[in-house]
């Protein structure tokens, strides 16, 4: 089967730097995406790696290790709005489209 | 450019009954994905349609289908309702192609009483 691990809650405070870690066993990879999904509002798109390495987007950075089935979501500078649930998921099959497989979600909590 | 619409948003049903959800992707996207979302299981793949044609499909009983019309606007239906199907069915839309994006609708939560 898949397996998606992420932790299921973080607390940091606002101003600080947070880093969410998502580990993936999984049949095949084609990709890791990272969403942020505020309470009863739809994921939105936040980052993808498909390659060994760092992505950097604003406050927002993502890591891979294809080697160790590890990544991690960097977020600097805490904002009261990045309190949300961050959502890991991996595109299974070795090419092609398919659908995304997802973790449980870190539910992060920003603190003043 | 509108987003994932996805219709209605809240629906309660009673245990035996069936429903239907609708989504309408983004315009000119012709994949759209369908997610149960639950609190203790989180997001988990239903089936996927790509050019009105199931391409995939994930571990879910027969109850749970769906369909895409040729405008790609997709339909699911789930019947036979059970309390366990109270959920947050979210849908998802994206270009088909090889590591592109899915973009979410707001989905519809569906209670089971």
């Known amino acids: 089967g898949q397996n998606i691990d992420q932790p299921t809650e973080m607390t940091a405070t606002e101003g600080a730097i947070v880093q969410i870690n998502c580990t993936y066993q999984t049949s095949g990879f084609n990709g890791l995406f990272w969403y942020q999904q505020h309470a009863g509002e739809a994921p939105t798109f936040l980052s993808y790696n498909v390659l060994d390495g760092l992505e950097e987007k604003g406050r927002f950075s993502s890591f891979l290790s294809r080697s160790k089935g590890y990544s991690y979501l960097l977020l600097k500078e805490l904002q009261m709005k990045d309190s949300a649930s961050y959502l890991c998921a991996v595109r299974v099959a070795p090419s092609g489209n398919t659908p995304l497989v997802f973790g449980k979600g870190t539910r992060l909590s920003v603190i003043a | 450019k509108a987003g994932v619409t996805q219709t209605p948003r809240y629906l309660i049903k009673t245990r035996g009954q069936q429903v239907t959800l609708s989504c309408s992707p983004i315009s000119g996207h012709r994949s759209v994905s369908w997610y149960q979302q639950t609190p203790g299981q989180g997001l988990q793949f239903l089936f996927e349609?790509?050019?009105?044609?199931?391409?995939n499909k994930g571990n879910f009983p027969g109850r749970f289908s769906g369909r895409q019309f040729s405008n790609s606007r997709s339909e699911m239906n789930v019947s036979t309702l059970e309390l366990g199907d109270s959920a947050l069915y979210l849908c998802?839309?994206?270009?088909?192609?090889?590591?592109?994006?899915?973009?979410f609708g707001q989905g519809t939560r569906l209670t089971v009483v």
């Open positions: 998802a839309s994206s270009l088909g192609d090889r590591n592109t994006e899915a973009f």
């Open positions: 349609y790509f050019s009105e044609t199931q391409r």
